[in-house]
């Protein structure tokens, strides 16, 4: 059931990824965030040519989930790298912080490569100490 899960996350967190628009640093990734209500968001980077401009794969996920009305986030896959290189595409520091504002500290974070995962962290781990949506955390 958890595996089927993160397996339908990963698949569309491909599919999100090949749509990335990263002309720039050729590094596309994408992102899927699977919600309490058990509804699927993804997203993709979109780089500017003005370069501070461009957005990452979870911010997009994130505006998705928040414009269809979503709020709790479950479940996150990112997926970025080359296949095989086993590098971790873990969320930038603000990311982190966006996820936070929808995720508890427990919820997992599937880091991805183009072949699958390759590593699960907390978003705790990720973000400890965290400033999050009630003020001071635990
Ligand atoms: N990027 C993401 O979209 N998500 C991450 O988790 C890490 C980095 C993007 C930002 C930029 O478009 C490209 O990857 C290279 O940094």
């Known amino acids: 059931m958890e595996d089927e899960e993160i397996a339908a996350l990963v698949a569309a967190a491909r599919a999100a990824m090949a749509n990335a628009h990263a002309p720039y640093s050729m590094f596309p990734v994408g992102a899927a965030i699977h919600t309490d209500s058990g509804r ?4 993709a980077n979109v780089e500017n040519a003005a370069y501070p401009q461009g957005q ?3 911010a ?7 414009t ?3 709020r ?7 997926m970025g790298g080359k296949a095989g290189d086993g590098a971790l595409c873990t969320p930038c520091g603000g990311c982190r912080q966006r996820l ?3 995720a508890a500290p427990g919820v997992p ?3 991805c490569g ?8 907390t978003l705790g781990e990720l973000l400890p100490h965290a400033f999050g949506p009630d003020g001071a955390n635990p």
Not at 72 to 78: C, G, H
Request: aromatic share 8%; with cysteine; proline share 3%.
């Open 60 to 66: 997009s996920a994130i505006g998705a989930m928040v």
């Open 114 to 121: 183009p072949e699958g995962l390759r590593r699960t962290f």
């Open 100 to 102: 936070r504002e929808f």
């Open 40 to 43: 699927v968001f993804v997203g």
């Open 72 to 78: 709790r986030i479950r479940r996150v896959v990112v």
């Open 68 to 70: 269809a009305g979503e």
């Open 56 to 58: 990452c794969a979870e």
């Open 109 to 111: 974070v599937h880091v």
